[in-house]
């Protein structure tokens, strides 16, 4: 309570009261409030004049409102997108490691709380060995990136790599279809006749929509429309629309369901081991696949990397990197220098110093000098034990 002292002068013998009270009582929201009446107090001035002055002593009287009224005062909590193990972390898998303030890689959340031991949690963090870099100055030498084998994600549903128990869809005549014309290029065509070959194997006389007709088997044709949320699985073989050319369709082997460490995206490596992500509208499943996709693919690098991975998940060995780090990878064969220039989750865009030319690298993928070495040294180690 703040009360303003009375002021006083003589002007033609007048006395002037210029007095102001001001009282400030604060309580909280679950207080009511009263006060009490003014006291007089009577002041002799120095002129023999007394003035009368009314000062207040509040009289503050707190009573405990009902829990109903508490509530109703109070704007409601809205609900949690995430629970609070969620919200703490995006993967209980990453604690060892802490990202640059610098990075922009989604992959990985630092974080200081304890794992939830409830869950599996596999988490491998090695230092790779630092390798000279291809600079004039020899003594110069390259920061070496962490290799982490982390869980992709502690939900079935977005680490499962069995093909779900589904009945079969029916593949008829005049059905359209997306069919393999060369190695990197499938079609659009209309199945125009079912040829059984000996031992019972079924073959699909296809006519394209350009031009042309070709037999083919069941595993190289794939499915018009987009495949539901629920028939999509790690290793399913699949058929991916460019986003850039409604035309264009390329075939791959799909490699990460969506989380929120991608985005809620599909990864899809193709078979030339380029890695791209894609939404669902974009993705075609093959209509009659093999035992084992791998099969599909020619002998090669690619083969041999993606036969890791499937052995690997949901544990890919990543290595980490930030944007501007240079680093050596391979480009038509040779390991040239390059430098990061995006981080997409489980990608980076790297620029090739020699020609400029800029490509998306799978973060374990074999073309990576440091990755490449890290499997080298992993496999030795174990064959050692």
């Given at each position: 309570?703040?009360?303003?002292?009375?002021?006083?002068?003589?002007?033609?013998?007048?006395?002037?009261?210029?007095?102001?009270?001001?009282?400030?009582?604060?309580?909280?929201?679950?207080?009511?409030?009263?006060?009490?009446?003014?006291?007089?107090?009577?002041?002799?001035?120095?002129?023999?004049?007394?003035?009368?002055?009314?000062?207040?002593?509040?009289?503050?009287?707190?009573?405990?409102?009902?829990?109903?009224?508490?509530?109703?005062?109070?704007?409601?909590?809205?609900?949690?997108?995430?629970?609070?193990?969620?919200?703490?972390?995006?993967?209980?898998?990453?604690?060892?490691?802490?990202?640059?303030?610098?990075?922009?890689?989604?992959?990985?959340?630092?974080?200081?709380?304890?794992?939830?031991?409830?869950?599996?949690?596999?988490?491998?963090?090695?230092?790779?060995?630092?390798?000279?870099?291809?600079?004039?100055?020899?003594?110069?030498?390259?920061?070496?990136?962490?290799?982490?084998?982390?869980?992709?994600?502690?939900?079935?549903?977005?680490?499962?790599?069995?093909?779900?128990?589904?009945?079969?869809?029916?593949?008829?005549?005049?059905?359209?279809?997306?069919?393999?014309?060369?190695?990197?290029?499938?079609?659009?065509?209309?199945?125009?006749?079912?040829?059984?070959?000996?031992?019972?194997?079924?073959?699909?006389?296809?006519?394209?929509?350009?031009?042309?007709?070709?037999?083919?088997?069941?595993?190289?044709?794939?499915?018009?429309?987009?495949?539901?949320?629920?028939?999509?699985?790690?290793?399913?073989?699949?058929?991916?629309?460019?986003?850039?050319?409604?035309?264009?369709?390329?075939?791959?082997?799909?490699?990460?369901?969506?989380?929120?460490?991608?985005?809620?995206?599909?990864?899809?490596?193709?078979?030339?081991?380029?890695?791209?992500?894609?939404?669902?509208?974009?993705?075609?499943l093959a209509c009659r696949p093999l035992e084992n996709v791998l099969d599909d693919i020619v002998d090669g690098p690619h083969k041999t990397f993606m036969k890791q991975y499937l052995k690997d998940w949901p544990y890919p060995h990543l290595t980490q990197y930030r944007v501007g780090q240079t680093l050596n990878a391979e480009l038509n064969e040779v390991q040239q220098r390059c430098e990061v220039q995006?981080?997409?989750?489980?990608?980076?865009?790297?620029?090739?110093?020699?020609?400029?030319?800029?490509?998306?690298?799978?973060?374990?993928?074999?073309?990576?000098?440091?990755?490449?070495?890290?499997?080298?040294?992993?496999?030795?180690?174990?064959?050692?034990?």
């Amino acid at each position: 309570m703040e009360v303003d002292e009375l002021e006083h002068q003589e002007s033609g013998g007048r006395l002037i009261n210029n007095s102001e009270i001001q009282i400030k009582v604060e309580a909280d929201e679950s207080m009511s409030i009263s006060t009490c009446s003014f006291i007089p107090k009577i002041i002799k001035c120095d002129n023999d004049l007394e003035l009368l002055r009314l000062s207040k002593n509040p009289v503050v009287v707190l009573t405990r409102l009902p829990d109903y009224k508490i509530s109703a005062l109070r704007p409601p909590t809205p609900q949690q997108f995430y629970s609070e193990d969620e919200s703490l972390s995006s993967s209980d898998s990453d604690m060892l490691w802490k990202p640059e303030d610098d990075s922009s890689d989604c992959d990985f959340s630092a974080s200081n709380n304890k794992p939830n031991t409830s869950k599996a949690i596999k988490c491998e963090t090695v230092n790779t060995p630092e390798l000279p870099t291809t600079s004039n100055n020899s003594n110069v030498v390259e920061e070496a990136p962490l290799v982490i084998s982390s869980a992709f994600a502690h939900s079935s549903n977005e680490t499962t790599k069995v093909r779900p128990n589904l009945p079969e869809e029916e593949v008829k005549v005049d059905m359209m279809v997306l069919a393999k014309k060369r190695t990197m290029r499938w079609q659009r065509g209309k199945i125009l006749d079912i040829v059984t070959k000996e031992g019972g194997r079924l073959k699909y006389k296809v006519g394209y929509e350009e031009k042309g007709k070709r037999l083919v088997s069941g595993h190289h044709i794939a499915f018009d429309a987009s495949p539901k949320l629920e028939q999509l699985f790690v290793g399913a073989r699949v058929v991916i629309r460019s986003p850039n050319n409604k035309f264009r369709f390329r075939p791959g082997i799909l490699a990460e369901l969506p989380s929120r460490k991608n985005r809620l995206r599909f990864l899809v490596f193709l078979d030339d081991h380029t890695p791209v992500y894609v939404a669902l509208p974009l993705l075609h499943l093959a209509c009659r696949p093999l035992e084992n996709v791998l099969d599909d693919i020619v002998d090669g690098p690619h083969k041999t990397f993606m036969k890791q991975y499937l052995k690997d998940w949901p544990y890919p060995h990543l290595t980490q990197y930030r944007v501007g780090q240079t680093l050596n990878a391979e480009l038509n064969e040779v390991q040239q220098r390059c430098e990061v220039q995006v981080v997409d989750c489980s990608l980076i865009q790297v620029v090739f110093q020699e020609n400029q030319q800029k490509e998306w690298i799978y973060r374990g993928s074999l073309r990576l000098e440091h990755m490449a070495r890290f499997l080298e040294l992993k496999e030795t180690k174990e064959n050692s034990n």
